[in-house]
């Protein structure tokens, strides 16, 4: 658990190392979409529609015991045959994750950071067709604990999920 944090953290802090603005064909949708760069950060979408700004929420789902009630074995399972389905092979090692904002719903918030790194924590890019594979596998999950804030706090918390990529394959979803 504690190597998980630490983890969390430093991909957190490697937030420089994601990649820049491209387009690429999504090959379950056969449609271009752009993760956006802004302030050297990387993004699903830009639209926030809430009056307190993204990075003033500092309620992760570990403060409130919201992880995914899916083990995180079941869950690698479920993303590799989602990635298995698309019949598309990439190639690469090292960590994807995206950084997101679950609302009192339950639902993920549109605003998604994406962080990427090798196995070694450095600066790394993985392929496009890759990236928006995970984020789709990423929004068919719909169990998420639904967000229930203190008095003067957002009504959201902020949920990590990485995927551990070896030679293009998921061996591993974290947490």
């Known amino acids: 658990m504690k190597n998980s944090i630490i983890f969390l953290v430093s991909l957190l802090i490697i937030s420089s190392s ?53 083990s995180s074995e079941t869950l690698r399972a479920q993303a590799s045959e989602y990635l298995t389905k698309v019949g598309l092979h990439f190639k690469g090692n090292g960590y ?6 679950i609302d009192s719903t339950g639902k993920i918030l549109r605003r998604v950071e994406v962080l990427q790194t090798d196995e070694f924590y450095k600066e790394y890019s993985f392929e496009d067709g890759l990236i928006w594979i995970l984020f789709d596998f990423l929004n068919t999950l719909h169990e998420w604990k639904p967000a229930k804030a203190p008095k003067g706090y957002p009504p959201f918390y902020i949920n990590l999920l990485t995927f551990k990529i070896h030679e293009g394959n998921i061996v591993n979803i974290i947490p």
């Open 18 to 70: 994601l990649f820049s603005q491209s387009a690429g064909p999504d090959s379950l949708t056969l449609n271009t979409r752009k993760l956006i760069r802004i302030h050297n950060k990387v993004f699903t979408d830009t639209a926030w529609f809430f009056s307190s700004p993204p990075d003033s929420v500092f309620v992760y789902y570990y403060n409130i015991r919201a992880k995914y009630p899916e």
């Open 96 to 101: 994807i994750t995206f950084r997101f904002f």
